[in-house]
């Protein structure tokens, strides 16, 4: 008796008592074992080789031209699409805090997904028609939306959104989702809603007699109507909607009253059933293309808050999934991705987005790290870069995307000789993992240098190549600092979880080995440096005929690091989040330029 009340209570909690891997009672699991180290931005995991993180948006509060020209520091939750040969990303946007009025959502544009405009509104701050005014106990306009973008069966592409009430725009506090066209030439048609929220039960009834935008089936455009009809009828796709609206008159298959799933993604295995994830380990599985589902379980495997868990499949055939793996709410970081052959057994986790600058603009629940991620969603144009490509926020302020190199792997076999000669000026960097914010750019510039820039007082630029497992390394690369600032230069060599065995850093004219004063150098003159490295015997780095015991103790190392500023571990899980502060001094205006050189990189 006392066996079948506890499988009772665990299956009510929607925790599987028991049940094979791959049936209803557990979709998906991960496999590998490893835990974040939570005191690490990368969470002691090793790299996804060659992941680009590129940064679409740097908020900007006091100059909104290097923006969005609006100021607003809350920008989160981003959507993404490839459309036509150009990457389409979608965010919202307030002022300064979470769900604090008022709030749009604006669009950027990439040919390449490298290099992006500046955004646009694409749907405006809600103005409601005269006489209607916020039932209680809301106060404001604002936008929540958890997916962004359709592509019709007859090629149009649709961008939809989702107005509310502040501060809650769920269920009863939502008014509905909303939908335009965007057209091959970049201009877009007028705004409808597709679709008023069900919670009506204590407010009026949505309709077009009190809401700011006609209803779809108004458009004269009948290719249009036919649009928003296909989306609606896809199970699969609308799902996605079901945060805002739990469809209260029957519209989901997924019959889910309560607010347990959170921002669903979804992706079919192998077998060709489909599996639904959500924040928080939710997990389900529909064999009938989401006609129907089994009773969501919580996968005691994936450990995770209240981020949201992207999963699809890539076009090399196999899975991966992105989220960050821990469970600490404020503190959202690192960005990994872990990969199945199947679509069942996930394994191989890995860093995607490992960096965790300081949040520049205090605001509401403005959690610190790389989160929200979301990919290109089933069924959507795919770029044919034999790439995934994800998006996210950083400290819920600034806009990121994330170029992934297929097939997804995380330890390099053979030596390493990189001269960067075959890359054009401004290309891809092949097995290079890059961080390049706004004001911090990474590149192979004319003359086949790989070049770091750097003008952000609170960022820094960061190239790092993994090189093969070894307990003694031979490194050597060639450096030129043209100019330098108040940052030094930092030259890493770490072991598979980050832990530092040698540190080099360049300052002022002054050389330093883990922490030691071994020389000078010059600016604007070329220097090779060559440091060998034993983690097993000496414990210790060699440079210039200097000996000097390494910074810190690791059985082996495999990552070379390059970086325009100090290393750092702050914001860390002790740092309030939620403690009122005045934004960082000067952090909307660059510094004074940096830039280094470097060349011939050899590991042995």
Known sequence: MRTFWLSCLLVGCGIAAWGQTGSPAEPVR????????????????????????????????????KADDFGWTYNHAPNLTYWNGKFYLQYLSNPAD????????????????????????????????????????????????????????????????????????????????????????????PIYFIRYSSHAETHPKWDESNTAYPFYTRSEDKGFVAACDSLLNDKLKTLQW?????????FYTLKETTDRLKATSYFHRKDGKVVGLWKKSWVALSDDEGQTWHEPMREPSLIMAGGKNWGQRTADGRYAMCYNPIETQPYRYPLIVTTSDDGILFDDMCVLHGEVP????????????????????????????????VTYSVNKEDIWITRVPLSITREWKG??????????????????????????????????????????????????????TTRKAKISFDILIEKEQEEPFEVDVTDAHGERAASLRFHKGQLSLNGKQIGTYTEGKTRHVTLEIDTDGTGATTFAGQTIPNLHAVKSVERLSFRTGAYRNLPNRDTPNQKKHNPLDNCDTPCPLSRYFIDNVSVR
């Open 30 to 65: 991960y496999v590998g074992g490893e835990i974040c180290n939570p005191r690490l931005h990368e969470g002691g995991f090793r790299y996804a080789i060659g992941a680009e993180n590129i940064q679409v948006l740097r908020a900007n509060r006091t100059r909104p031209e």
């Open 98 to 189: 979470e769900q604090q009025p008022p709030g749009h959502t604006l669009l950027a544009t990439s040919t390449d997904g490298r290099s992006w405009g500046k955004p646009q509104v694409v749907f405006p701050v809600y103005k409601a028609p005269e006489g209607v005014t916020f039932p209680k106990p809301y106060y404001g306009y604002i936008m929540h939306q958890r997916m962004g973008f359709y592509t019709a069966p007859d090629g149009r592409l649709l961008i939809v959104g989702f107005y509310g009430h502040s501060y809650n725009p769920f269920m009863e506090g939502g008014i509905g989702r909303v939908v335009r066209e965007i057209y091959k030439d970049g201009s877009m048609g």
């Open 242 to 250: 079901i945060d805002e609206d739990r469809g209260t008159d029957g």
């Open 358 to 389: 300081p949040r520049r603009f205090f605001g509401e629940n403005k959690d610190f790290g790389p989160c929200y991620v979301r990919g290109i969603t089933e069924g959507e144009q795919q770029p044919d870069d034999n790439c995934m490509w």
């Open 415 to 468: 030596s390493v000789n990189d001269d960067f000669d075959s890359i054009e000026p401004k290309g891809k960097i092949p097995n290079w993992n890059i961080y390049r914010p706004r004001w911090a750019d990474v590149y192979v510039d004319d003359l086949h240098r790989l070049c770091l820039n750097d003008s952000d007082r609170y960022d820094y630029a960061r190239a790092l190549r993994v090189f093969e």
